[in-house]
C-alpha cells in the first residue's frame, strides 16, 4: 500500500519524448533502451513548476519494464500519471502504450513509479537505509579511499565498456579505474558531454556511471550480470553538471534474494557530497542468460 491517505488530485500529462542521437548509445543487446536515469528525469522535467521545487528529494523508484526505443524513432508518446497529496508528495508514473504484433490489443505499460517528497517527510515503508558508506574523503586517487579488506581489484574504463558494461560513447562516463573490494566500490565519473541532458535532477550521466561501477562489482562478487530495477532514497544536495568530474563511493548492502543492494555517495572535486542514493537495486533481468567474462570472477 502506497498510501493510507487519498489523493488531493490526479493528473494525466501527455508526453512527447525526444531521442536525441546521444540516447542510441545505451543498448542492451541488439536494443536501444531509455536509461533509467534519463526517465527520471522526463517526469521530474514535466513536473508542473516542479511542484514546489521538491524533485531533488525521490523515494521508492522502481524501474518496471525497460522502454525499447524503436530504430529511427525521434519521438515517443508517452504519459505522466500523478497522484499529488496534500502534505506536498507526489507519485509519478511514466508509460506509454503498447500494441500487440497484430494490433488486436492495447496496454498501457508502465516504465517508472517514483515519489518525489518534501524534505522532513517520509513514505510509508522507506527507511532511510543503513548508514554505511566508503570512507568519505575523496584523494586524488579513488583507489587510496577503498577500505582494503581482502584483496583490490582493478578495472580499467576501457575494459570496463568493451566487455561489461558495453554501452556507446555518450555512455561511457567512468574514467580511469574502478576499485573494486568486497565491501566497497570507488570510481571517477564525469558528468558527460552532453549539457541538454541535464534538468531539475542535474547531469544524469555520473548517478548512471556509478551504476555501471555496481554492475562490475556484481559480475566480479556475485556472478551476475545485473541492471537497476530501483532504489529507496536519493537526495540530490548539489545538482551535478555536465563536463565536470565526480567521486563515486559505493558501500555493498546484504542481498534481497536475487537483487543486489548498494548505498551510493557522489562527491565534487573539493570533497563536498552531492548526491546520496540508499538502497540502490540491482538485478539480473535477462534470466542468467547474460554471464560474466572469466577474468572478471572472483577466484577463477
Avoid at 558508506?133 to 565498456?161: I, K, N, Q
Avoid at 574514467?175 to 531539475?200: H, W
Wanted: glycine share 8%.
Amino acid at each position: 500500500m502506497e498510501s493510507l491517505s487519498q489523493p488531493a488530485e490526479a493528473i494525466a500529462i501527455p508526453l512527447v519524448i525526444s531521442v536525441p542521437a546521444y540516447l542510441r548509445d545505451h543498448y542492451i543487446g541488439d536494443r536501444v533502451v531509455l536509461p533509467a536515469v534519463e526517465a527520471l528525469q522526463i517526469v521530474a522535467r514535466s513536473r508542473p513548476d516542479d511542484l514546489d521545487g521538491h524533485s531533488c528529494r525521490q523515494e521508492r523508484a522502481f524501474f518496471h519494464h525497460p522502454l525499447t526505443i524503436d530504430p529511427g524513432a525521434t519521438e515517443i508518446p508517452a504519459v505522466h500519471e500523478q497522484l499529488r497529496y496534500a502534505d506536498g508528495r507526489c507519485l509519478s508514473r511514466l508509460t506509454t502504450l503498447r500494441s500487440g504484433r497484430q494490433i488486436k490489443f492495447t496496454r498501457r505499460m508502465e516504465h517508472l513509479s517514483v515519489w518525489f517528497v518534501p524534505a522532513g517527510r517520509e513514505v510509508a515503508g522507506c527507511g532511510a537505509g543503513r548508514e554505511a558508506w566508503c570512507e568519505t574523503a575523496s584523494p586524488s586517487d579513488p583507489g587510496d579511499a577503498v577500505p582494503h579488506v581482502g584483496p583490490m581489484f582493478r578495472v580499467s574504463a576501457d575494459r570496463l565498456y568493451d566487455e561489461l558494461v558495453p554501452f556507446g560513447p555518450a555512455y561511457r562516463n567512468v574514467r580511469g579505474d574502478v576499485f573494486l573490494t568486497e565491501t566497497c566500490v570507488s570510481a571517477t565519473v564525469s558528468g558527460g558531454d552532453f549539457p541538454e541532458a541535464a534538468g531539475p535532477l542535474g547531469s544524469p550521466f555520473p548517478l548512471d556511471a556509478a551504476m555501471h561501477a555496481a554492475c562490475a562489482w556484481g559480475q566480479r562478487y556475485r556472478n551476475r550480470v545485473v541492471f537497476p530495477v530501483g532504489f529507496n532514497r536519493r537526495e540530490i544536495l548539489s545538482p551535478t553538471r555536465a563536463g565536470e568530474t565526480y567521486f563515486c563511493r559505493i558501500t555493498p548492502l546484504p542481498d534481497e534474494g536475487a537483487i543486489l543492494c548498494f548505498d551510493v555517495r557522489l562527491h565534487d572535486l573539493q570533497r563536498r557530497p552531492v548526491e546520496t542514493i540508499r538502497g540502490l537495486k540491482m538485478r539480473d533481468i535477462f534470466g542468467g542468460k547474460r554471464t560474466p567474462p572469466v577474468w572478471v570472477r572472483e577466484g577463477l
